[in-house]
C-alpha cells in the first residue's frame, strides 16, 4: 500500500500544517499550488491520494476533479476535498462529480488524518 | 232705434253660436270626423285673427287721419304671405317635428332648450300684448257706448259691461283652450270658432263698405269723385314710417303669439300653407276694399269730432240702418273676442309652460318623481294664466283710462314683439346663432323698445317729462325720441329703427363671439337642416327588412350564440317554423333595445335603420353615433393610456427584480467570499494549535514556529476584519471626513513611512518633489490610508530586483495629479479591469491580504472628490490619484 499524497492547495500555512501531519503520520507528501496544470501534475506524480483545495489560483477545483474522474487511470483515484467556501451547494456538485470525501475547513487534524487513512483503506481493498 | 237690450240679445245669442261651434267642431275632431275641419280654407280664416278690432274699426280711423298709410298694416303680411312662404314653411315643419307649442318654446328649443331665454320671450310677449288685449276690450265697450248713446231708456254701465266681457271671454278660452291636454296642442273647436269669427268681420265690413259705396255714395264712379275730393287722397306718403309700419306688420305677422299658435301650432298640414298663401291675402284684400270710401264718407256726412274708429258703426246708425249696425257690431265683436281668446290661450301656454310650471316643479323638490297628477296642473295653471292674462288685460284698461287711439297701441305692441323677430330667423337660418346672442339681443333690443317707444306712450306716470325733454340722468342723447341725438324722426320709425338694428348687431357679434353648447348645436342643426332629414315617425316598418341580415349583424354585435338563442326565442313566439322570425314593428325594438345594450342606442338604431330601410339616417342620428363613437374612443384611448402604464409599471418591476437579483447574488458572492477569507486563517490557526495541543516531542523551533503562525493569521484576521467594516462604513455612504489643511509632502512622508515599517525586501521610493508643497485641504488620514495602500502594494508585487517606487506629483488646474509607479512587471492587462473590485487578487499572488486594498482605495478617493485609477503603458504598476487641491465635498 502506497503512502504517497499529493497536495493541491494555494494557501502556504495550510500546506505547512497538512505536510507536518501528514508526514509525522508516515506519509510522503508531495504539494503543487496552482489549478492550471494540476491535472499533469497529479498525472505525472501518480499519488495514492489527492488532497484538493476548492479555490485554486488558474483553475476551480471542482473542474479539476471531473477531469479526473473523466481519464481512466485517476478514475478511481481517492480524492479529498477541502473548501474554505461554506456553501452546501460545492458539496453537492463534488459529490456528484465522484469526489471521495469532502471537508470545510478549518478542520480538525484528527478529521484529516483519519479520513486520509480511511480513504487509503479503501481503495486498497480489493 | 235699436235698443241695448236688444243688442245684447244678439250679442249672446252669437256668443252661444260661438260656444255651439266649438263645442260641435270638438266633438267631431274627437270622433275622428274632422276631414272638413282640418281643410285649408278654416286654416286661412284662422289666419284671419291678424285683422283684430283694430283692424276692423282703426283701419278705418287710421285712414281718416293719415290716409293710405293704413295699407301697411295688410301690406307687411301680404309680403309674408306670398314672399316669404317658404319660410312659414320651414316654421310650420320645425314647429310639427320638434311638437312646439309656442313661440317662446320654439325660441328656447332652438337655443339648446334653455328656459331663460323662454321667460324672455313669454315676459316680452304679455308686455306687448297686454295693452293689445285691453284695446280689444276697449272697442267692445265703445261699440256698446254706442249704442246705449243711441238707446236712452238703457241704463248702461261701461265698466261693469268690460268685465262681463272679459270674464266671458276668460270662460270661453278657458273652456276650449284648457278642454284637454292635446300632444299636438290642437284646438279644433277654438279654431272652427275663430274661422266663423272671420267670415262674420268679413261679411260685416264688406256689408257696410257696400252700403257706402251704393247706398250712401251711388256707385262706384261717384265714390271715386268723392275720395279725390277728400284731403286722404291728397296726403303724401311719409316713406319711413311706410317702410316701418310695413315691417313691423310683417313682423308681427309671424312673432306675434296669437299668429304663431294659428298658424304653426294649430296647423294641420304644411300644404294648408300654399292656400293660405294665395287665399290670406285675398282676404286682407277684401277687408281693406272699403276702408277709404267708409273713411272718406265717413269724415263727409258725420258731425266734426266724431271717433273715426268708430264709423263702421256710427254711419250705418246714423242712417237708421240698424240691422246693418247690428252686423257691423258683431264683426268689431267677432274681430275682438276671436283676437283675445286665441291671444290669451297662447299666452297661457307659455306663461305656464315656461314660468308657472317650471316652479312649481322645482318648488316641490321631487321634480322627477311626478306622473299622474302634472296634467291636472298644467291644466289649472294654464287655466289660472288666462284668467290672469284677461285680468291683465282688464286693469291695464281701467288703468289707462282708455284713451289713446286705437291704432298707435296697436304699432307699440308689434314693435315689441318685432323684437323676437332677429333671434327667430336667425334661428331659422344660421347655425351659429347662440343662446347668449339671442338673449343679449333679445334684453336690448326689449329695452330700446320699452324705453323709446312704450313708456313715452304709456304717459307722465311712468317716465317723467324731464326725462322725455331733456334725457335719462339729463343727457342729451339719452332722449327717448332722439337717441344719439338723431332728431326729428317719427316716434315709431325712431323706435323700431334703433331697437331693431341694435338688437339684431349684437345678436350677431355676441353669436360670433360666444360658444354653442352641444345640445344648441344639435338644435341648430336640427332647426337650420329641417327640410334635409325626414321627421317620420320613430317606429319601424319590417315589411322590407331582411331578417337574415339582422341576424348577421346581431350575430356580430352579440355573438353568435346569443344572437341565435334571440332570434330564436322570437320565432318560437311568433309561431314561425325555422330560426328566422318576422321583422314584426316589435321584434325591430326588441332587437334595437338588445343592441342599444352592447353599442349605444343611437349606433343601434341607425343599424337596424340601415337593413330596415324604412327610416333614413337623421342628422340627428349620425350626430348620435359620432359622440358615441367619440365616448368609445375616448375610453379606449383610457384603456391604452392605462395598458401602456401598465407596461410600463411591469418594466419597472422586472428591471427592479433583475436589480435585486443581482443584488442578492452580489451578496452571495461576497458572503462566500468573506467565508473564505475568514476561514482560511482560521484553519491555519486550528491546525497550527492543535499541533501544538497534540504533538508531544516538538522541538523548541517547530512549537516557535506555530505559534508564529498563529500570531500571524490572527493579525491577518484582524486586518480583514477592519477592512471589512472601513469598506461597509465607506459604501454606505456613512463615513464621517474629518477634513483639514495639510501640505501634500507631510502626508507622502507619513505614508512612506508607515507602509514600509517592518518590510523585509527594501523598495526604494525616489519621490520627484515637482509639487509637494502643495497646500490642500482634504481628510489627510483618508488620503494617507491611499498612500499607505499604494506604497506597501509595490512594496509587496514590485518583482524587480531592486524594486523602485516613483511618486510624482503633478497640478492640473485645481487638481493634483500623484502617480506611483513603480519598475515591476505590473499587473495584467485582462486583470487590469478588476483590481479596484473587492477579493480580487492577482494570480498567484501569495502576500496576505484579502483582496480589499484597491476597493478600500476607491472608496476613499470617490468620497475626497477624486479618484484613483491604473495606468497602463508604463512599464510597471503604475497608479493615479487625482485629488481636488481644495475639496468642495467638505459637506458631503
Not at chain 1, 488558474?58 to 479539476?64: A, E, L, V
Not at chain 2, 272679459?166 to 273647436?189: K, M, P, Q, S, Y
Not at chain 2, 407596461?647 to 447574488?665: C, D, F, W
Not at chain 2, 496576505?848 to 497602463?872: D, H, K, S, W
Amino acid at each position: 500500500m502506497g503512502r504517497h499524497v499529493l497536495l493541491i492547495e494555494d494557501e502556504p500555512n495550510i500546506i505547512e500544517a497538512i505536510r507536518f501531519l501528514l508526514t509525522r503520520d508516515g506519509w510522503a507528501v508531495e504539494t503543487h499550488s496552482d489549478g492550471t496544470d494540476a491535472v499533469e501534475v497529479i498525472r505525472a506524480a501518480e499519488p495514492d491520494l489527492v488532497i484538493l483545495d476548492l479555490m485554486l489560483p488558474g483553475r476551480s477545483g471542482m473542474d479539476i476533479l471531473r477531469d479526473l474522474r473523466g481519464i481512466p487511470e485517476t478514475a478511481k483515484l481517492p480524492i479529498l476535498m477541502l473548501t474554505a467556501r461554506g456553501q452546501s451547494r460545492d458539496r453537492e456538485m463534488a459529490e456528484r462529480a465522484g469526489v471521495s470525501r469532502f471537508m470545510t475547513k478549518p478542520f480538525s487534524n484528527a478529521e484529516v488524518l483519519t479520513a486520509v487513512r480511511d480513504l487509503l483503506a479503501q481503495a486498497s481493498r480489493p | 232705434m235699436a235698443s241695448l237690450n236688444m243688442l245684447v240679445v244678439v250679442c249672446l245669442g252669437y256668443v252661444a253660436l260661438l260656444f255651439f261651434v266649438a263645442f260641435a267642431a270638438d266633438r267631431l275632431a274627437a270622433r275622428g270626423r274632422s276631414t272638413w275641419l282640418r281643410s285649408p280654407l278654416i286654416y286661412t280664416l284662422s289666419l284671419s285673427i291678424y285683422c283684430t278690432a283694430w283692424t276692423f274699426y282703426g283701419a278705418v280711423g287710421y285712414a281718416a287721419r293719415s290716409g293710405l298709410e293704413f295699407v301697411t298694416i295688410y301690406l307687411g303680411p301680404t309680403l309674408v304671405m306670398v314672399g316669404w312662404w317658404w319660410g312659414l314653411r320651414k316654421l310650420v315643419r320645425i314647429g310639427r317635428s320638434q311638437r312646439v307649442t309656442s313661440i317662446a318654446d320654439l325660441i328656447s328649443s332652438r337655443y339648446g332648450k334653455s328656459n331663460t331665454l323662454a321667460i324672455c320671450v313669454t315676459l316680452l310677449a304679455v308686455i306687448g300684448v297686454t295693452p293689445y288685449i285691453s284695446l280689444q276690450l276697449q272697442s267692445i265697450t265703445l261699440s256698446f257706448t254706442i249704442f246705449s248713446d243711441a238707446d236712452p231708456t238703457a241704463a248702461y254701465a261701461e265698466g261693469s259691461s268690460v268685465l262681463l266681457v272679459a270674464a266671458g271671454l276668460a270662460v270661453f278660452a278657458i273652456l276650449f283652450g284648457t278642454r284637454n291636454l292635446d300632444v299636438n296642442e290642437r284646438h279644433h273647436g277654438v279654431v272652427t270658432a275663430v274661422a266663423l269669427e272671420a267670415v262674420v268681420k268679413l261679411l260685416a265690413l264688406l256689408a257696410v263698405g257696400v252700403y257706402v259705396v251704393w247706398g250712401l255714395s251711388g256707385g262706384v264712379d261717384s265714390m271715386m269723385e268723392r275720395i279725390d275730393a277728400s284731403p286722404i287722397g291728397t296726403w303724401q306718403v311719409h316713406s319711413g314710417r311706410w317702410a316701418a309700419i310695413t315691417f313691423l306688420s310683417a313682423a308681427a305677422f309671424v312673432c306675434l303669439p296669437r299668429m304663431f299658435q294659428v298658424m304653426v301650432v294649430e296647423n294641420d298640414d304644411e300644404r294648408h300653407l300654399r292656400t293660405a298663401a294665395w287665399a290670406f291675402p285675398l282676404y286682407m284684400l277684401l277687408m281693406s276694399l272699403f276702408v277709404v270710401p267708409i273713411a272718406v264718407v265717413g269724415l263727409d256726412i258725420m258731425p266734426p269730432g266724431e271717433n273715426p274708429d268708430l264709423f263702421v258703426l256710427t254711419i250705418p246708425l246714423s242712417q237708421g240702418r240698424e240691422g246693418l249696425a247690428m252686423l257691423s257690431f258683431l264683426g268689431g265683436f267677432s274681430s275682438a273676442t276671436s283676437m283675445v281668446i286665441v291671444a290669451a290661450m297662447a299666452l297661457s301656454t307659455m306663461v305656464s309652460n315656461h314660468i308657472v310650471m317650471p316652479i312649481w316643479l322645482s318648488s316641490r323638490g321631487d321634480g322627477a318623481s311626478v306622473s299622474g297628477d302634472v296634467r291636472n296642473v298644467v291644466l289649472l295653471s294654464r287655466r289660472v294664466s288666462i284668467a290672469a292674462i284677461l285680468a291683465l288685460g282688464y286693469f291695464y284698461y281701467r288703468l289707462s283710462g282708455g284713451g289713446a287711439a286705437l291704432a298707435s297701441i296697436g304699432l307699440i305692441a308689434f314693435a315689441g314683439i318685432a323684437q323676437i323677430l332677429p333671434a327667430l330667423i336667425g334661428g331659422l337660418f344660421w347655425r351659429g346663432a347662440t343662446r347668449t346672442g339671442a338673449l343679449v339681443g333679445l334684453v336690448v333690443g326689449f329695452v330700446l323698445w320699452a324705453y323709446t317707444l312704450l313708456l313715452p306712450a304709456l304717459g307722465a306716470g311712468l317716465l317723467p317729462q324731464s326725462v322725455l325733454q331733456d334725457g335719462l340722468f339729463g343727457v342729451a342723447w339719452l332722449r327717448p325720441h332722439a337717441l344719439f341725438g338723431i332728431d326729428g324722426l317719427d316716434p315709431i320709425v325712431h323706435s323700431v329703427m334703433w331697437s331693431m338694428m341694435l338688437n339684431a348687431t349684437i345678436f350677431c357679434a355676441v353669436s360670433l363671439a360666444s360658444f354653442p353648447s352641444p345640445l344648441e348645436r344639435l338644435q341648430g342643426a336640427q332647426f337650420v337642416n329641417v327640410f334635409d332629414h325626414s321627421a317620420g315617425p320613430r317606429g319601424w316598418t319590417g315589411s322590407v327588412a331582411q331578417s337574415e341580415d339582422l341576424m348577421i349583424m346581431s350575430q356580430r354585435i352579440l355573438g353568435a350564440g346569443q344572437a341565435q338563442d334571440l332570434f330564436q326565442r322570437e320565432a318560437e313566439a311568433q309561431g314561425v317554423r325555422g330560426h328566422l322570425p318576422e321583422p314584426t314593428p316589435a321584434f325591430l325594438e326588441m332587437l334595437e333595445r338588445e343592441l342599444a345594450g352592447s353599442v349605444g342606442a343611437a349606433t343601434a338604431h341607425a343599424m337596424i335603420g340601415q337593413i330596415v330601410g324604412g327610416s333614413s339616417v337623421s342628422v340627428e342620428d349620425l350626430l348620435a353615433v359620432a359622440d358615441e363613437s367619440a365616448q368609445m374612443l375616448e375610453y379606449s384611448s383610457q384603456l391604452e393610456a392605462k395598458s401602456v402604464e401598465l407596461s410600463r409599471t411591469a418594466r419597472k418591476l422586472r428591471e427592479a427584480n433583475e436589480k435585486l437579483t443581482q443584488l442578492s447574488m452580489q451578496k452571495d458572492a461576497f458572503l462566500s467570499q468573506v467565508s473564505h477569507e475568514l476561514r482560511t486563517p482560521m484553519t491555519s490557526i486550528r491546525a497550527f494549535s492543535e499541533i501544538l495541543r497534540d504533538a508531544d516531542g516538538l522541538e523548541a523551533a517547530e512549537q516557535t514556529r506555530c505559534a508564529t503562525i498563529i500570531h500571524d493569521e490572527a493579525l491577518r484576521l484582524t486586518r480583514l476584519l477592519n477592512d471589512l467594516l472601513d469598506l461597509s462604513v465607506l459604501e454606505s455612504g456613512q463615513v464621517s471626513l474629518n477634513m483639514r489643511y495639510g501640505v501634500l509632502s507631510e502626508v507622502l512622508d507619513h505614508a512612506e513611512a508607515a507602509a514600509l515599517a517592518g518590510a523585509d525586501t527594501p523598495l526604494k521610493v525616489i519621490r520627484e518633489w515637482g509639487g509637494e508643497a502643495v497646500q490642500l485641504q482634504s481628510d489627510l488620514d483618508r488620503l494617507a490610508q491611499v498612500f499607505i495602500n499604494l506604497i506597501a502594494n509595490a512594496q509587496k508585487y514590485c518583482n524587480a530586483e531592486q524594486p523602485e517606487l516613483r511618486i510624482r506629483v503633478q497640478m492640473a488646474g485645481h487638481q493634483v495629479v500623484i502617480d506611483f509607479i513603480d519598475n515591476g512587471r505590473g499587473i495584467p492587462s485582462e486583470a487590469q479591469d478588476t483590481i479596484f473590485e473587492k477579493f480580487v487578487r492577482l494570480r498567484g499572488e501569495k502576500v496576505g491580504g484579502a483582496g480589499l486594498g484597491l476597493a478600500i482605495c476607491r472608496e476613499i478617493m470617490q468620497r475626497l472628490g477624486g479618484n484613483v485609477t491604473y495606468l497602463t503603458d508604463h512599464g510597471g504598476g503604475a497608479f493615479r490619484v487625482v485629488l481636488p487641491v481644495a475639496s468642495r465635498i467638505a459637506a458631503q
